[in-house]
């Protein structure tokens, strides 16, 4: 009991230093009945960072490391438990959750569940994603695990697996607990990388805009969606202790970001500091194939289900936003049209202190002076395969010798006796040829070919005349199989069917055979 006092309220010393006097104060249900002051003295601390998700460098960090309050972004961790759940076959879209007294009492924001009723996982996750509702939060936490201390234990968790080292959970819907949820904008780009890697498949839900449920037609809150060309998710948040927070994954037909805003004024002004950093780093971004493998779990640590060559790191040494380098490749292709934002458009969020998701950030934007790439766990970059044992050259000579050697017609060739020299040569990887594209890397080899039967279902026109193979990548001890396609003669031709896949909500990147 004493440790967990210890780790609570080592989690907790942050939010007290910037505003103790509001906890004390205001109670979630007193701050709901309050209307957000954005002027005067409101001043939530600030962080952003924007990730070139095909290269896993950084293009732009303002305080990355400091911690932050994730809010309503927490559910995007908690969809990731859920995601899982489904993507193992022990749950399905379609059976109901039960819903506890606990789980309807929660504040706003709700979808207003009452006890004893039921939801099915489909709509539970379009709830999260687009009301952000708290109550089905908790629905979904306690179908999983049994309470929602045990489903925050497996959140926390999962990030130090997912290499967020700096995230520590206590709730599923980021409602100001004490403790609250603690993140940082380093580790919330790690999760938006991760999602979309891990789960193509459900990525889709979060450029959900409106759904129906029952006669109710419910409109998410993340405005910028339809707003900017590429813009495909993910989640707002946002508490009266962490400001307007966003989460934004940006996929066009050439260049990919992942971006993070915590800690705006208002939802507007924070929808137009992301809005800002998508128009200045979007450029920036490398427009060759995919270099960086996808960011998978394993153990404490983050691997990575592919061998690609890391990218140098590039140091910055003026304060001065840059675009970090791109790793050799072919020049990139000129920036795709774009839908040009209005940001007049945006108004606003009226959100309540414990619950709507919204966004803001100040309209200075600092660049970390002597800001990193990600580390290795975080950028998922596997180690470069192990170098074959080397051979003396009186082996070689051996073994030379040996296979030489021609037995005479009548006898029976004898066996190559070459367990003396203990020479190990690598297992010969398969080879094809071509390019190839990949839609997905899970721990299990039938879920992968799913992914691939399904696609070849789905896309036939696209998919018809390349061959599906799965591909088992083995680090640690532990085990992924890639699901491809290959048998793409250009480069253009698996661009182009990646292209066609991601319309259809599925991931999907380029590669050399």
Not at 206 to 224: A, C, E, M, V, W
């Amino acid at each position: 009991m004493t440790s967990v006092w210890v780790r609570r309220r080592t989690a907790w010393t942050f939010v007290g230093i910037v505003t103790s006097v509001a906890i004390a104060l205001s109670s979630p249900a007193e701050a709901a009945r309050r209307k957000v002051s954005t002027g005067g003295g409101y001043a939530p601390p600030s962080a952003s960072i924007v990730v070139d998700a095909k290269t896993g460098k950084i293009l732009q960090g303002e305080n990355i490391d400091a911690p932050r309050i994730p809010a309503s972004i927490t559910k995007v961790m908690s969809l990731y438990l859920l995601f899982e759940q489904l993507e193992r076959g022990r749950m399905a879209l379609n059976p109901p959750l039960t819903v506890s007294e606990y789980a309807a009492s929660q504040p706003p924001t709700k979808l207003g569940l009452r006890p004893g009723s039921t939801i099915e996982v489909d709509d539970a996750i379009k709830a999260m994603v687009t009301l952000s509702a708290n109550d089905v939060s908790v629905v979904v936490a306690e179908n999983i695990a049994g309470s929602e201390e045990a489903f925050a234990r497996m959140m926390t968790r999962k990030a130090k697996e997912l290499g967020m080292n700096s995230s520590e959970f206590y709730n599923p819907h980021g409602l100001p607990n004490s403790p609250p949820n603690i993140t940082t904008a380093r580790d919330l780009s790690i999760l938006g990388r991760a999602i979309q890697d891990r789960f193509p498949k459900y990525f889709a839900y979060f450029d959900t805009r409106s759904f129906q449920f029952g006669k109710r037609t419910i409109r998410g809150h993340n405005r910028l969606l339809g707003q900017f060309n590429g813009v495909d998710g993910i989640k707002t948040g946002y508490t009266r202790l962490s400001g307007f927070n966003l989460l934004t994954s940006v996929n066009t037909d050439s260049r990919s970001l992942v971006a993070v805003v915590l800690g705006g004024r208002s939802a507007g002004s924070r929808d137009q500091k992301m809005a800002g950093l998508i128009e200045s780093y979007l450029p920036r971004a490398y427009a060759g194939s995919r270099v960086a493998p996808p960011v998978v779990e394993r153990g404490a640590q983050t691997q990575v289900a592919e061998a690609a060559p890391v990218p140098a790191p590039v140091q910055v040494a003026s304060a001065v936003p840059q675009a970090m380098a791109a790793p050799e490749a072919p020049a990139p292709v000129p920036v795709p049209e774009r839908k040009p934002l209005d940001l007049n458009t945006l108004r606003p969020v009226v959100a309540s202190a414990t619950g709507a998701s919204s966004t803001t950030t100040p309209s200075s934007i600092r660049w970390q002076k002597g800001s990193e790439p990600l580390p290795l766990n975080a950028q998922a970059y596997a180690a470069l395969p192990a170098q074959p044992p080397k051979i003396s050259d009186a082996q070689k000579a051996a073994l030379q010798a040996k296979i030489e050697t021609k037995p005479a017609a009548s006898a029976q060739p004898e066996p190559t006796k070459v367990a003396s020299l203990k020479v190990e040569l690598p297992e010969p990887k398969k080879t094809v040829s071509g390019w190839v594209i990949q839609l997905g890397a899970t721990d299990d080899e039938g879920k992968a070919k799913d992914i691939l039967d399904s696609a070849r279902g789905r896309f036939g026109n696209v998919l018809g005349k390349v061959s599906p193979y799965t591909e088992k990548v083995v680090s640690n001890g532990s085990t992924l199989y890639r699901a491809r396609f290959s048998g793409f003669k250009e480069s253009g031709d698996a661009e182009k069917a990646c292209k066609a896949l991601k319309k259809g909500g599925l991931n999907c990147f380029a590669s050399r055979g």
